[in-house]
């Protein structure tokens, strides 16, 4: 099944994104376009997601926008991986614990071939690694199911600010840190977006 690949260079605006992503899930739905697969880096933006609550702003000056994805209140900047999806799951498995478990694995397995172990966990979604005795975050998921179209996607921290991080309670987890790959291994990852792409395609087929 054809999935169309999108690499944005320069950041992108996300209410910009929005708008393109609600208009090419309308498109998939009605048979009009591929699915499809976007990667970019968003200008700094702090989301709240749909169970998110006022009291995880800390920082009370900042602005908000307010998403229809999952999850709770995150930061998105430069030196982030944006994973974004449009996948029919119509045509794969209606299991949303599945599609969860195919973006973990998509993550986990990528992160293993550049030697950095990473896990998920049930009670706090996204991934996770232990850093200098810490268990830190390094990839935050909030995805959205409709009519068994999942869209959405998630978050890899490259070499993003993680001050900025300290003006919110970052997906609701408090005392939990934010780690950077560029924290844990000091290389390029040149490859690392179509490494993420690959990986993710492959645990669709499983």
């Given at each position: 099944?054809?999935?169309?690949?999108?690499?944005?260079?320069?950041?992108?605006?996300?209410?910009?994104?929005?708008?393109?992503?609600?208009?090419?899930?309308?498109?998939?739905?009605?048979?009009?376009?591929?699915?499809?697969?976007?990667?970019?880096?968003?200008?700094?933006?702090?989301?709240?997601?749909?169970?998110?609550?006022?009291?995880?702003?800390?920082?009370?000056?900042?602005?908000?926008?307010?998403?229809?994805?999952?999850?709770?209140?995150?930061?998105?900047?430069?030196?982030?991986?944006?994973?974004?999806?449009?996948?029919?799951?119509?045509?794969?498995?209606?299991?949303?614990?599945?599609?969860?478990?195919?973006?973990?694995?998509?993550?986990?397995?990528?992160?293993?071939?550049?030697?950095?172990?990473?896990?998920?966990?049930?009670?706090?979604?996204?991934?996770?690694?232990?850093?200098?005795?810490?268990?830190?975050?390094?990839?935050?998921?909030?995805?959205?199911?409709?009519?068994?179209?999942?869209?959405?996607?998630?978050?890899?921290?490259?070499?993003?600010?993680?001050?900025?991080?300290k003006k919110i309670i970052p997906c609701g987890i408090k005392n939990k840190e934010i780690v950077n790959l560029?924290?844990?291994?000091?290389?390029?990852?040149?490859?690392?977006?179509?490494?993420?792409?690959?990986?993710?395609?492959?645990?669709?087929?499983?």
């Open positions: 099944m054809k999935i169309q690949i999108k690499k944005s260079i320069k950041p992108v605006d996300y209410n910009k994104a929005m708008s393109f992503i609600d208009k090419r899930l309308k498109d998939i739905q009605e048979n009009k376009h591929k699915e499809l697969i976007w990667l970019l880096e968003h200008k700094n933006v702090y989301t709240a997601g749909t169970s998110s609550t006022k009291d995880e702003i800390i920082d009370k000056k900042i602005n908000i926008v307010k998403t229809n994805r999952g999850g709770k209140i995150t930061f998105h900047g430069p030196g982030q991986i944006i994973f974004y999806f449009i996948i029919n799951l119509n045509k794969r498995k209606k299991d949303i614990r599945w599609f969860l478990n195919c973006i973990e694995r998509s993550i986990i397995n990528t992160l293993k071939s550049y030697k950095i172990n990473t896990y998920s966990d049930k009670k706090n979604i996204g991934i996770w690694t232990n850093h200098n005795n810490k268990e830190k975050k390094i990839a935050s998921i909030g995805i959205k199911v409709s009519k068994w179209y999942a869209y959405h996607g998630y978050a890899l921290n490259v070499n993003v600010d993680k001050e900025k991080f560029s924290d844990i291994k000091k290389k390029k990852f040149i490859n690392l977006k179509d490494d993420l792409i690959k990986n993710f395609i492959l645990n669709l087929k499983n």
